[in-house]
């Protein structure tokens, strides 16, 4: 039936230990229930579900007994998220893949402060205008040396 939302599946000794916790408070799985079953399924009779849950039944009274002998089963330990705990001051770090945990303090940028430094000012540069020659310097001289004609004046 398309209109029907997707079940769930639970693996038979799933289903097992629930009937069990029923047959342990006491309970049954009586003939109404079986008629429940049927009419939310809409396709098997209850007759088919009490037939189906023979061995799971059967299953349940064996997890009854070894409970009642004192049998104690333990659960599937989670695995590690990927954090581990600091075992000196509690906090947690991150650990990388390799195993090598990273860095638990981040640091602040330096902030750069310019200064303006005296000596650094070369000889003669008090903000005045750089001239600029428009006829070519002798072999080896800048325009900067050259004491020709000026014809251009540029900002520095």
Request: glycine letters at 8%; charged letters at 35%; a positive charge.
């Amino acid at each position: 039936m398309s209109d029907k939302p997707k079940q769930a599946d639970f693996s038979f000794e799933t289903v097992a230990v629930l009937v069990c916790a029923i047959l342990m408070q006491g309970g049954t799985i009586s003939t109404k229930s079986y008629e429940l079953m049927s009419a939310l399924d809409g396709t098997r009779t209850a007759n088919s579900f009490q037939h189906g849950f023979r061995a799971v039944l059967r299953r349940a009274r064996e997890l009854k007994e070894e409970q009642d002998k004192g049998t104690e089963l333990k659960a599937v330990v989670p695995k590690p998220k990927g954090r581990v705990k600091a075992p000196n001051d509690g906090k947690t770090i991150k650990e990388k893949k390799n195993g090598v945990g990273m860095k638990g303090v981040k640091r602040a940028r330096a902030i750069k402060v310019k200064e303006e430094d005296e000596d650094d000012a070369a000889v003669g540069d008090d903000g005045a205008k750089r001239m600029k020659c428009d006829s070519e310097s002798p072999a080896g001289w800048s325009n900067d040396d050259y004491d020709g004609p000026i014809v251009k004046t540029e900002a520095a």
